[in-house]
């Protein structure tokens, strides 16, 4: 059952959100050749803590740690580890946070150096279609309709779209109902309602689409073993609309990037 949320309600929940965008925010100026996964696992829970907010992922499931490092071909959910990071890898780090009570959990694939421009590319569509697929988050469409955009976006430039992994409701709990596929049926699923609030998240592949599980029972990679990219954000349907929750602009502040591709789904402009 979909659970809506009171306006009041959205707001905490865009404290949380907004917790760890942030935090990508601080990761961003330490993602380099030579830096470990742990070491940025470790500074995201200091920084997380001092927000007077609490890791949302570390204990929850079993998870060992505060952040999910997935690097190159991993997919999602790959745990933090002492090897470095190296020019032209890519990093998919995933963040949750708890702070009044509500979840804040989003994404964002880092660039390690300078990286190969077929790589560049896949991070760059899969982004895009991030942002396809939150265009179709109003009322009265329907599941389907987000998970078609994102899929058709990304099988447009020959890309996989992971089948076995997806976006979810949000709230007091990291996962609460619908789940929210990157592929679909236009008109088909459970429609879309006032108060809703859901992380969008395309896990898109190189590749092939079929993914495995390795032996630490977390981490997920492609088959193939191409390079996969995932981003994600909270959202919450408010006057028929989406509107972002979270942001990527403390990310873009740390890398000197300018964009305004949030612009259109924020009715709350965020000082960074």
Known sequence: MIIPKTLEEIELMRESALVVSRTLGMLAKEVKPGVTTNHLDKIAEEFIRDQDAVPGFLGLYGCPSTLLTSVNEAVVHGLPTDVPL??????AIDCGAVKNEFYGDHAYTFEVGEVDPEVKKLLEVTKESLYVGIR???????????????QRHCESHGYGVVRELVGHGLGKKLHEDPEMPNYGRRGRGKKLIEGMTVAIEPMINMGTHHVSQLKDGWTIVTRDGKPSAHFEHNIAIVNGKPE?????GYVYDALGIESDEEKEFRQHELVL
């Open 86 to 91: 190296k020019e032209g890898d890519i990093v």
């Open 136 to 150: 179709e988050l109003r009322v009265g469409k329907r599941v389907g309709d987000v998970g078609y955009a994102i």
């Open 244 to 248: 972002l929750l979270s942001t990527f």
